[in-house]
């Protein structure tokens, strides 16, 4: 837990028991925003484990020194899933905008069956991720709502035939700074 979100943890347990003090929640809101803090939505990340963490870093320092044009070269893929149905509940922190992406920042998600070699389990190495999350936003801001699997996979459709080939190309061009924010989080979580 990052510092700020511990201080905000015992700040409020504090108030707990400490039955001569009352402060109310929108108090403790405006004493962490006058400190720097905003309150943010927890980025979705796939859980990583002490062995992913390893795994990210030794594959960002393999290929610290590819380019652009390295990258390029490479077939990417990912498996995503999109609901129609169902709570996507969020769960919120503390953070400076400026500060680096820490644990208590994320709320863990984990994919069951299937797996990955290239990239590890991490979607700061795959710019495709990041793709379908921008697909998965695009179909949330639609004015439609979407019944069933064939309408569903139409609206992919639709919005995936939308996606230039420069938008791809941008992503993978992120590639050398993607690593270099991997190894600078030692294999943990980065802003990507």
């Known amino acids: 837990m990052t510092r700020e979100c511990s201080n905000a943890v015992q700040i409020q347990k504090s108030l707990k028991v400490n039955d001569d003090i009352e ?3 929108s108090t403790v809101r405006r004493a962490l925003k006058r400190n720097g803090l905003a309150a943010q939505v927890k ?5 990583l484990s002490k062995k992913h963490r390893e795994k ?10 590819w380019t ?3 990258w390029n070269k490479v077939v ?5 899933k999109f609901q129609i149905f ?9 953070k400076r905008p400026k500060d680096p992406l820490q644990d208590a ?14 990239p590890p389990q991490s979607s700061d190495l795959n710019p495709i991720e990041h793709l379908w999350n921008d697909i998965d936003r695009h179909l949330r801001a639609l004015d439609i709502e979407i019944r069933g699997k064939d309408m569903l996979w139409e609206q992919i459709s639709n ?4 996606t230039t080939l420069e938008a791809c190309s941008k992503l993978i061009e992120t590639m050398p700074e993607r690593i270099n924010d991997v190894i600078k989080a030692k294999g943990g979580y980065t802003r990507w």
């Open 68 to 70: 652009v044009s390295d």
């Open 159 to 162: 919005v995936w035939n939308e």
């Open 43 to 47: 980025r979705k990340k796939p859980l």
């Open 76 to 80: 990417w893929s990912d498996e995503s």
């Open 105 to 118: 920042h994320v709320k863990p998600t984990v994919k069951f069956g299937g797996g990955s070699i290239f």
């Open 86 to 94: 169902g709570s996507d509940t969020r769960q919120y922190c503390w």
């Open 56 to 65: 990210c870093l030794n594959f960002a320092k393999r290929y610290k020194d």
């Open 23 to 25: 402060v109310s929640a």
